[in-house]
T-cell receptor, first 111, second 115 residues
Framework: AQSVSQHNHHVILSEAASLELGCNYS??????LFWYVQYPGQHLQLLLK??????LVKGIKGFEAEFIKSKFSFNLRKPSVQWSDTAEYFC?????????FGKGNQVVVIP | DAGVIQSPRHEVTEMGQEVTLRCKPI?????LFWYRQTMMRGLELLIY????????DSGMPEDRFSAKMPNASFSTLKIQPSEPRDSAVYFC?????????????FGNGTRLTVT
């Protein structure tokens, strides 16, 4: 079964700073990759997804992620964060019809 | 569409009591998933159904946990008897089908506290 690793569980940064969250997975087969966001008190929402094609994926709210197959990584980035980006971010990997989540990154953006 | 609907939103109960969590998937979605979220273990898949049939329940922690999907528009997750370590947020999610590439749609979750 696949596993997903997210590092730096807690991230604190100021508005306008750049954000990068790492996601590494272990699975040898074909994968679909997702980033979900959970705002305080809300349910998980899809930020972006990768199935095939261009490894640089653009999502909502200015987020993007890059799939690097050789590194088994799918890192999430945003060039300039806002206070409203305070949330928990989950990387998820689907392989063999099972979806596995990472433990999440708690991101706090200070105004 | 109203999205995935879960009830109750919050549940506080005493150890030993039976707890039933409910989920209504998005109309037309054939696959339904139950996840549990805790600080220690993150999001864990408990069980998923396809066309109302349980496909994989290997994530169900113990026999105290059971899930049913009597029809395409309703599922329950039951814990009997409940224990304090069951305290978590339980999410239900649905998607059109098990093999497609569409993402999961999550409900708002049920926050369970067992005292």
């Amino acid at each position: 079964a696949q596993s997903v690793s997210q590092h730096n569980h807690h991230v604190i940064l100021s508005e306008a700073a750049s954000l990068e969250l790492g996601c590494n997975y272990s699975y040898g087969g074909t994968v679909n990759l997702f980033w979900y966001v959970q705002y305080p008190g809300q349910h998980l929402q899809l930020l972006l997804k990768y199935f095939s094609g261009d490894p640089l994926v653009k999502g909502i709210k200015g987020f993007e992620a890059e799939f690097i197959k050789s590194k088994f990584s799918f890192n999430l980035r945003k060039p300039s964060v806002q206070w409203s980006d305070t949330a928990e971010y989950f990387c998820a990997v689907k392989g063999n019809n099972r979806l596995a989540f990472g433990k999440g990154n708690q991101v706090v953006v200070i105004p | 569409d109203a999205g995935v609907i879960q009830s109750p939103r919050h549940e506080v109960t005493e150890m030993g009591q039976e707890v039933t969590l409910r989920c209504k998937p998005i109309s037309g979605h054939n696959s339904l998933f139950w996840y549990r979220q805790t600080m220690m273990r993150g999001l864990e898949l408990l069980i998923y159904f396809n066309n109302n049939v349980p496909i994989d329940d290997s994530g169900m922690p113990e026999d105290r946990f059971s899930a049913k999907m009597p029809n395409a528009s309703f599922s329950t997750l039951k814990i009997q008897p409940s224990e304090p370590r069951d305290s978590a947020v339980y999410f239900c999610a649905s998607r059109p089908d098990i093999r497609g590439n569409s993402p999961l749609h999550f409900g708002n979750g049920t926050r369970l506290t067992v005292t």
